[in-house]
């Protein structure tokens, strides 16, 4: 059976925001698999990466496209929705459904284009949690997701610690590092730099910054990508040619792939949400400069599994090393397993049987020790 997810859409009147401001009305979209249990204790939050969106798993009816974690996500999958109520949102900021900056602002008509309010992870776990609450689910399961999605995860962890039974980060942290900033920025100036973006007002226009944004995720892909990875998939291979044509033409495997990779995204994705979102990652400090990480987990009672990947230079396992020891530190069930891969950053996507493993297993002894509780 050929299973395709409806996408629901759910209106708030407002959200208040970390830099002060807020937005009113807030919509969300969402996608749910499986069924809630009377007791409402299977309910399992995924958290989608950077430039995920609801459609976490079955097949899109409007792409013929399987979801970012279909792999994960399903019946006998890791996420068993013949046992679990799992819901994916699409983050605020995004464009796929939920409010962002290609959304009408109601006071003018028009888009919000750069009017829209700079958000934070924060923000985005905190109108989750009112989705949460909209679907009368007192305490969830779980929360788990890969790279931005973790960093959601960990937030969920914090800010609602009541509410959340257990914790996946995986490939993820609990900071951005210099280097996590300053790749995010170049792909940032990118496209502010493409003429076409015209400071974000471009919706009204048949000219967006496509090729700024596609330079912005040529930039991305790479480092989700591994030297070993790489190496393995293009090497030094011509396309379509024996002899270097000295020109500037795709002439590598590796540049034609890139090319069509930023290409494919200016389809799918909104260049102002490029900027909003990984703002936001690079705002996100568990700690908010306090430094204590430890001390942040102070007030958590949720039990973790945290997965870093070896080849992962993005995201590299010290940042999810640091983590554990932070929780340890606090006596807080930890378990932790760095995963051998040469995939890079998206093995989390990619190379899933034996993280599946791992979460088949933590998301039983958790179901078990709540209905314990």
Not at 88 to 114: E, F
Not at 190 to 195: E, F, K, L, S, T
């Amino acid at each position: 059976m050929i299973f395709h997810p409806e996408t629901h859409y759910v209106r708030f009147a407002s959200l208040a925001l970390d830099c002060g401001a807020a937005l009113a009305p807030v919509d969300v979209a969402y996608q749910a698999y499986g069924r809630l249990n009377a007791a409402r204790s299977n309910a399992i939050l995924i958290l989608h990466a950077f430039s995920g969106d609801a459609h976490a798993a079955g097949i899109n009816p409007q792409t013929g496209k399987p979801g970012w974690w279909d792999s994960m996500i399903g019946p006998g999958r890791a996420f068993d929705t013949d046992r679990y109520y799992v819901v994916c949102s699409n983050v605020l900021g995004g464009c796929r459904g939920t409010t962002g900056p290609s959304s009408i602002n109601p006071a003018t008509g028009q888009p919000y284009a750069m009017t829209f309010p700079v958000i934070t992870i924060g923000d985005m776990v905190r109108l989750q949690k009112m989705l949460v609450d909209q679907l009368g689910i007192e305490r969830l399961l779980a929360v788990a997701g890969g790279s931005m999605g973790g960093m959601q995860a960990l937030q969920w962890a914090v800010s609602y610690p009541d509410r959340v039974a257990g914790v996946i980060p995986i490939a993820a942290t609990a900071r951005h590092s210099a280097q996590q900033i300053a790749f995010n920025e170049v792909g940032r100036q990118a496209i502010i730099a493409d003429p076409d973006w015209n400071e974000g007002n471009y919706y009204a226009t048949d000219r967006k910054p496509a090729r700024g944004l596609a330079v912005a995720r040529m930039v991305g892909h790479i480092t989700y990508m591994s030297d070993t990875s790489m190496r393995e998939k293009f090497g030094r291979r011509l396309r379509a040619k024996e002899k270097y044509g000295y020109d500037f033409s795709a002439e590598f495997e590796v540049e034609s792939y890139l090319r069509y990779r930023g290409s494919e995204f200016v389809n799918r994705f909104d260049a102002n949400s490029y900027l909003y979102i990984t703002k936001a990652m690079d705002y996100f400090d568990l700690t908010n400069g306090s430094h204590s990480l430890a001390g942040v987990f102070a007030r958590v009672q949720a039990r973790f599994l945290v997965l870093s990947f070896t080849s992962d230079w993005l995201y590299p396992s010290y940042q999810s090393q640091e983590i554990v020891r932070a929780l340890r530190s606090r006596n807080l069930d930890v378990a932790y397993c760095e995963l051998p891969s040469a995939y890079g950053h998206d093995a989390f996507l990619v190379e899933v049987e034996e993280q599946a493993e791992l979460v088949r297993g933590f998301l039983a002894r958790t179901l078990r020790m709540q209905a314990a509780a």
